[in-house]
Structure formats: structure tokens, C-alpha cells
């Protein structure tokens, strides 16, 4: 079965702290697709990166950095000195197709809140 | 440069009645999703397409139906409401089939069922 584990349902901490948001993902397929999304309070969602299974470099944009590890089929997300603006709920995803059908699956999701 | 557009943004109605959440994007994107998100279960998803007149369940189909006669549109009809689907409904769209594409999503519809 698919499935997407954010053990983190809240995590506060103060600006300019780094905070490292934990997925942990189940999958029998060998070639799949990892998703992290944004929902700020405002209630959109905002796609913020996709790896895919066979490449497990981390990446790093800004302040935002990614860790994906097969090995212990995780995929986590790390904000570096965090800002006010970054508080949001974070969804992990993963994509997949199962018996042919296409299917993206979320984590519960993080909400992040940072304090001034 | 429009996106996914969901309407109506918020809607209330009693358990029995029947409502069409309307979904457009403008993109020529193929693959169009529907979404439920309820409080700490994450986004759900309920029906998807790979393209016009193709259709397919997801997760929690059940109550839900879906069409697909544009490229453009992928409406969700609630035949008879009941409390439980209470939710925020969020229509996606992405290129191609869709696997493995980032989703574009709508801003939602925030759907009280009475």
C-alpha cells in the first residue's frame, strides 16, 4: 500500500531556528515520485519540489534544503534560519501508479509555526 | 494567467441536496484531480483524469461522481450531500498524464453540508 507519514502534527519554534520537517514514505513500486507542498494560512497550495526515485541527491534552494534517503525511504525538509513567512502546514506526497491507476498520496502534514 | 479555477469558493447546503463544484483551468493540461481535505488527514484524492472522457476513482470515490467532456473542465457532483462530506475540495491540474508532474491547484471550495 501507498503510504505517507508525517509524525510531526505541530512544531513551533522561534524565528531564526532551523527546523527539520520529517517524511517517511511506503511504496512496493521502484519508481515513484516525492512531493513536498506549502499551504500558508491563506489556504493554497504551493508545490515546492519533486524528487524522483532515482535521484537521491539532496537539493537546495535558499534556505530550503532536502533529504532524501531510500535507504530509510524518508524525505525530509529542512528551512535554515527560519522567518515568520515560512509558517504554513507542509505536506509530504507521493506519487505513484497502482494496478494502472496514477495516484498521489499525502502525508496528515506539519503545521510550522515560528514565533518572532 | 487564470490557473485551476474552483467556484464557488464557499458553499452551505443541507444533507440531501445535490451540488456541482465547478472546476476550469486554462493551461491544456491533460491530467485534472479532485482533492478532500479534512483536518489532520492531509488531502484525499477522489477522482482523477487523464483526459478528456477518461476517468478514474481514487481514494475515497464513494458519493462523488465526475465527468470529463473538455480539456478545460472536470466538474464534481454531489448527488445527495450528507454531513460527512464536509470538507475543503480542492480541483489539480498537471501536464502530460500527470505521473510524476507537480499538481497546480485551485485555491479551493470550503463546503458545509447542514
Known amino acids: 500500500a501507498q503510504k505517507v507519514t508525517q509524525a510531526q502534527t505541530e512544531i513551533s519554534v522561534v524565528e531564526k531556528e532551523d527546523v527539520t520537517l520529517d517524511c517517511v514514505y511506503e511504496?512496493?513500486?521502484?519508481?515513484?515520485?516525492l512531493f513536498w507542498y506549502k499551504q500558508p494560512p491563506s489556504g493554497e497550495l504551493v508545490f515546492l519540489i519533486r524528487?524522483?526515485?532515482?535521484?537521491?541527491q539532496n537539493e537546495i534552494s535558499g534556505r530550503y534544503s532536502w533529504n532524501f534517503q531510500k535507504s530509510t525511504s524518508s524525505f525530509n525538509f529542512t528551512i535554515t534560519a527560519s522567518q515568520v513567512v515560512d509558517s504554513a502546514v507542509y505536506f509530504c506526497a507521493l506519487f505513484s501508479e497502482i494496478q494502472g491507476a496514477q495516484k498521489l498520496v499525502f502525508g496528515q502534514g506539519t503545521r510550522l509555526t515560528i514565533n518572532p | 494567467n487564470a490557473g485551476v479555477t474552483q467556484t464557488p469558493k464557499f458553499q452551505v447546503l443541507k444533507t440531501g441536496q445535490s451540488m456541482t463544484l465547478q472546476c476550469a483551468q486554462d493551461?491544456?493540461?491533460?491530467?485534472m484531480s479532485w482533492y478532500r481535505q479534512d483536518p489532520g488527514m492531509g488531502l484525499r484524492l477522489i477522482h482523477y483524469s487523464v483526459g478528456a472522457g477518461i476517468t478514474d476513482q481514487g481514494e475515497v470515490p464513494n458519493g462523488y461522481n465526475v465527468s470529463r467532456s473538455t480539456t478545460e473542465d472536470f466538474p464534481l457532483r454531489l448527488l445527495s450531500a450528507a454531513p460527512s462530506q464536509t470538507s475543503v475540495y480542492f480541483c489539480a491540474s498537471s501536464t502530460g498524464t500527470g505521473f510524476g508532474q507537480p499538481q497546480h491547484f485551485g485555491d479551493g471550495t470550503r463546503l458545509s453540508i447542514l
Open positions: 493551461m491544456n493540461h491533460e491530467y
Open positions: 511504496t512496493r513500486d521502484t519508481t515513484y515520485y
Open positions: 524528487r524522483n526515485s532515482f535521484d537521491e
